[in-house]
């Protein structure tokens, strides 16, 4: 496997079950993102983690929980969503930290497309 | 205010000719970066090209570059020379200082590319 993947690709599921979004990254980078883009709307981003640390989480509801154990991998577990949490979430990893002259240019995964029921 | 403003919803080009994108970004930091992605229907996001607020040339990448007017906060995207394999969501990005963590995404432009 090169570059991010993400399992699944799609996924329906009922407002009352829990399910999980998997992506694993294999270009070395330290850095990982969870995004979610609905139609009309630019991407939000959702959480970023570095080194398996969670650095930013932008204001996003607790129905969405994080999880990184390692450089690697990130998982993003569901539960109690809304239809209106129906959207394709991207995962993306890039180099994070550091000193200044690095671009830290993010590479995404294709996505899993949700469908909240 | 938005980051980034890209305000072509839409665009058609005819094949074999080139088109510019528009992206406006707006940022008090003197060292950011601005990029460009490209989404095909199949939804992943491809990295195209990147430009460094402090970069004195334009980038350039095959068949892509960017016009990158830094009094006027713009950073254009030229793709020369369309293809049909170019129709597709193109999103400007900006980094904000040397913060990994400050990215932030344009509403995107739609290229339609005709043969």
């Known amino acids: 496997e090169t570059g991010v993947t993400q399992t699944p690709r799609h996924l329906v599921m009922g407002m009352t079950n829990k399910k999980s979004l998997k992506c694993e990254q294999h270009l070395g980078h330290n850095a990982m993102y969870w995004y979610k883009q609905s139609a009309k709307k630019p991407l939000e981003l959702m959480f970023v983690?570095?080194?398996?640390?969670?650095?930013e989480n932008n204001s996003v509801p607790s129905r969405f929980s994080p999880e990184c154990p390692n450089s690697s991998h990130l998982f993003l577990h569901l539960h109690t969503l809304q239809p209106e949490d129906s959207a394709l979430y991207l995962c993306?990893?890039?180099?994070?930290?550091?000193?200044?002259?690095?671009?830290?240019?993010?590479?995404f995964g294709p996505g899993t497309r949700l469908t909240v029921t | 205010a938005q980051k980034i403003t890209q305000t072509q919803p839409g665009m058609f080009v005819q094949e074999k000719e080139a088109v510019t994108l528009d992206c406006t970004y707006d940022?008090?930091?003197?060292?950011?970066?601005l990029f460009w992605y490209k989404q095909p229907s199949s939804g992943e996001m491809i990295f195209l090209i990147y430009q460094g607020s402090y970069d004195e040339q334009n980038a350039t990448e095959g068949r892509y570059s960017l016009n990158f007017q830094k009094a006027r906060k713009s950073a254009n995207l030229v793709i020369s020379a369309s293809q049909l394999g170019d129709s597709a969501m193109y999103f400007c990005?900006?980094?904000?200082?040397?913060?990994?963590?400050?990215?932030?995404f344009g509403s995107g432009t739609k290229l339609n590319v005709k043969p």
């Open positions: 990005a900006m980094r904000e200082g040397y913060n990994f963590n400050k990215f932030y």
């Open positions: 940022t008090s930091d003197q060292s950011y970066g």
């Open positions: 983690y570095s080194l398996e640390e969670r650095v």
């Open positions: 993306a990893s890039s180099q994070g930290g550091g000193s200044g002259g690095r671009s830290y240019e993010q590479y």
